[in-house]
């Protein structure tokens, strides 16, 4: 009996071992959800910017240097989009184990405030949303090759799933006029959003981003609009019934929104990507359709 019980007591740390789930820290809630979609039950998903928060203004808590330390895999936006999370890599020597989701990926220039730079929130096409999938397909079965089938399965779920909500999107967007399909918005990472659906979305220029638009930028943004002959606009920084009400008057455009281009919410359909960006062609589509 004593011998069993030494035998087993030294199989139980091997069994442990082969039961571990990899453990992944991800910079934000897109990642978060990409992960778990491929890694399934074999990931342990540990997020850092949670649901709601921008993972370009995440301020990092102490906890987040000891979560970063003890993962397997790092995955990360990349594109300049995570400043913060480059310190505690640092600081966790772990630069080996950083996955950059949007490796191959070609972002679009982002200029609203006459600076002209990568727009990072670049997984808003959902083309660039599959790409990620697959990098992260790709770290986790370098990373676990024992359940390499199990991500690779789950990868190709994952397509057929992106490939499906990307169809319908297209069958939906054409029974919409051709010269009605012009959009004027003043978030990062919506412009992503209408590249397969020839949907031509335009960042409004010289507009700020964090704070209420002023009488003279709200007098821009109408100029904008006239000459871009907008049919819908996107403005997330203009609270003001009365000033909407201008604009419309003077422009006939519509008012849209919320997009979410940002992150994830904390529940209901937009906790997960495919959620968030079906959610968000219902509101560029009934944007632009007229009454």
């Known amino acids: 009996m004593r011998v069993l019980l030494v035998l087993l007591s030294a199989l139980l740390p091997l069994s442990l071992s082969a039961a571990e789930k990899l453990n992944v820290v991800t910079s934000f809630t897109v990642l978060a959800d990409l992960t778990q979609q491929i890694g399934g039950d074999h990931v342990q998903v540990v997020n850092l910017a949670g649901a709601d928060r921008d993972p370009a203004t995440y301020q990092p808590v102490a906890e987040d240097a000891r979560r970063v330390g003890k993962a397997r895999l790092i995955i990360e936006n990349g594109l300049g989009l995570e400043p913060w999370l480059d310190h505690l890599v640092a600081g966790a020597g772990a630069a080996s184990r950083i996955v950059v989701a ?6 679009r220039p982002f200029d609203p405030e006459g600076k002209t730079a990568p727009d990072a929130y670049a997984w808003n096409s959902i083309a660039n949303a599959q ?16 359940n390499a089938k199990a991500y690779a399965s789950n990868a190709k779920n994952y397509a057929r799933q992106v490939h499906l909500v990307m169809a319908q999107s297209k069958t939906r967007f054409a029974t919409l006029p051709q010269n ?39 007098a821009s943004l109408i100029n904008q609009i006239k000459q871009n ?3 819908a606009v996107f403005v997330d920084n203009l609270k003001d019934t009365a000033t909407r009400q201008k604009i419309v008057e003077q422009t006939g455009v519509r008012f849209g929104g919320p997009l979410r281009t940002r992150s994830l919410a904390a529940s209901g359909p937009s906790a997960t990507y495919l959620g968030a960006y079906q959610v968000n062609m219902d509101t560029l589509y009934n ?3 007229k009454p």
């Open 102 to 107: 949007s490796k191959g990926a070609t972002p």
């Open 131 to 146: 790409l990620y999938a697959n990098n992260i397909a790709t770290a986790l079965i370098a990373a676990d090759p024992d």
């Open 180 to 218: 009605g399909r012009h959009i004027l918005v003043t978030s990062d990472g919506a412009k992503y959003l209408g590249h397969p659906y020839t949907v031509d979305i335009e960042v409004a220029k010289g507009l700020p981003l964090d704070r209420e638009l002023n009488a003279d930028e709200v």
């Open 229 to 231: 002959k907008t049919d």
């Open 287 to 289: 944007a632009l359709l």
